[in-house]
Structure formats: C-alpha cells, structure tokens
C-alpha cells in the first residue's frame, strides 16, 4: 500500500514539473514577472515558484495546487482549466480504470502545447524577419531612384553647371515625356564634331537620365562596368541616382566622379560660348611686339 502511494506521489510530481516549466516558458515568452502573476492571482510568489520548480515540498494539497495552475494559466492567457486538469489532484490508492487525466496523451498533452507555441513563435519571428529584409531592400532600391514630381518631396541633390547659363537649360524639363525602357541597354549617340561631347563610365549601378539640347536622350539604369557616350551642339545635363558610382568625361577630359555614393546628382555641361572662343584666340600683346618700342 506504502508503494502505491509513492507511486503516485512520484508521477503527481513528475506531472507537476512539466507544467510548472510550460507555464514558466509561456510567462517569459510574454516578458511576465511573477510579482505581476502574483498581483494578478492574488497567489505568493514563492507558491508561483514552487509551482515553475515543480517543488511539491513547498506546495499545499494537491487540490488546491490544481486551483493555482488554473489561475497562474489563465493569468497569462492560457487555458487553465484544460491545463489544471491535466494534473491529478486526488490519489486513487484503488486500481483504478483509464481516466482522460491518467493516459499517456493527457500526461503529455503540455509539452505538446509548448512544442506547438515555440512552432508558431519561430514561424512568426521567421515571417517578420523576411517582412523586414525585404522592406529594407526596397527602400534601399527606391532611394537611388529620384520621385516623381507630385509623389512628395524631392531628394537633396546639388546642382553643378559647366559654362555660362542658357535659356535652352530651362527648357529640359518639357521632354521629361520621353522615357526609355529602364532595363534596356541605351543606342549611344555618334561621336562627331559637336562642341558638347559627354562618356559615362559606371563604377556601380545608378539610375541615369541624359538630356541633350533639350531633348530627353535615355533615362534607365546601366549596370556596373558599363560605358556609354553623347554628344550635343549646345549643353548635355546628366542627372544619376548614384552620383559617387558614375565617372564622367567632358569633352575627352579625365573622368571624374558626378558626386558622393548614394547620392542624387545632376550637372550639365555646355559648350564654349563665341565670345569665350574669341578672347581664347586672341593673341597675347606684351611690350616686345607693341609698335615703335
């Protein structure tokens, strides 16, 4: 008889250890203090402990240790009674027959629980870890990309200009309709004799759009190692979404980069005025070649 009591005792204790850690793990899962469980349930936190530690030392009768896991559960959102009935309250010293509490599927019927939440807390921190790459991979991509007029506001940019100023400069706004496939390889223009000649080297890949004597040449995005030309009579603007990415030659000069990495830049490059092409051929008079002297 004294055996059959230790049984019981023992796989009441047994049960109460693998509740007590699936009420422990869901409690710190919520990031719960057991003051806050013991403010909730009006239970002693060192009842609260006891019952995590699976301590029966430190436990009253087990009928009323049923009614505080039934408390401690609901306090953190689970289902207690369905979890305080899985522990026994009574000690059956009689054979007895099968019950729902006494089988091997309601014995561990808690740990199924827990191993089912951890399922659903890894595939919650899964899904919103791929929510949160891929939301930082578009707006890393958008943010080469200028906006639209009318979307909001416009990026900091800096604009640089290469010659004197021009009335056809303000007119490069208007061909803004004509836009190229942004994954298309652009046609570069044939070199010739025209005073404005632009070559675009890509050390990585930016958004480009090229503007020559008003008229919208090619906006797209080019690649890394790609190099494209243009040429115009009056002023090219070039404008990239990864200024410190584009290395640019002005008129067979050495390349420079448009800007900093990131970075929106446009600067437009014009040709010679005829005045400047005048004072630049006109001889240099010194004293040697004045007359008389």
């Not at 309250?89 to 729902?100: E, F, G, M, N």
């Not at 921190?125 to 890393?140: C, D, E, K, T």
């Not at 009318?150 to 900091?156: A, E, F, R, Y």
């Not at 009056?234 to 000069?253: D, K, P």
Request: charged share 20%.
């Amino acid at each position: 008889m004294k055996d059959k009591t230790l049984q019981l005792n023992r796989e009441q204790a047994r049960l109460l250890a693998e509740i007590g850690a699936y009420l422990r793990c869901l409690r710190q899962d919520q990031t719960l203090s057991l003051e806050a469980i013991a403010a909730t349930t009006l239970i002693p936190v060192r009842t609260l402990m006891a019952i995590e530690e699976g301590n029966a030392i430190q436990l009253p009768e087990p009928v009323y240790v049923q009614g505080f896991i039934r408390r401690y559960a609901d306090a953190i959102g689970a289902d207690g009674t369905e979890i305080a009935n899985a522990f026994p309250a009574q000690s059956d010293l009689r054979s007895p027959k099968p019950t729902w509490s006494s089988t091997v599927e309601a014995q561990l019927r808690p740990l199924h629980l827990y191993l089912v939440y951890m399922l659903l807390v890894a595939g919650a921190v899964s899904g919103l870890s791929y929510v949160l790459n891929r939301s930082s991979a578009q707006a890393f991509r958008y943010a080469n990309l200028p906006q639209q007029p009318g979307t909001g506001q416009l990026p900091t940019q800096k604009v640089e200009l290469y010659g004197p100023p021009s009335p056809s400069q303000k007119a490069t706004g208007g061909a803004a309709g004509k836009v190229a496939d942004k994954t298309a390889t652009p046609s570069p223009a044939v070199i010739s004799d025209k005073p404005v000649r632009i070559g675009l080297a890509l050390k990585a890949q930016s958004w480009i759009r090229i503007v020559a004597d008003g008229k919208m040449e090619f906006e797209g995005v080019l690649s890394e190692g790609a190099q494209q030309t243009w040429a115009a009579k009056q002023q090219i603007t070039v404008r990239a979404g990864n200024a410190g990415g584009v290395l640019v030659s002005y008129n067979e000069s050495p390349p420079k980069l448009l800007g900093e990495p990131g970075t929106v830049e446009e600067k437009t490059f014009e040709a010679q005025s005829q005045a400047e092409a005048n004072l630049s051929e006109r001889p240099i008079v010194t004293a040697s070649n004045l007359p008389g002297l």
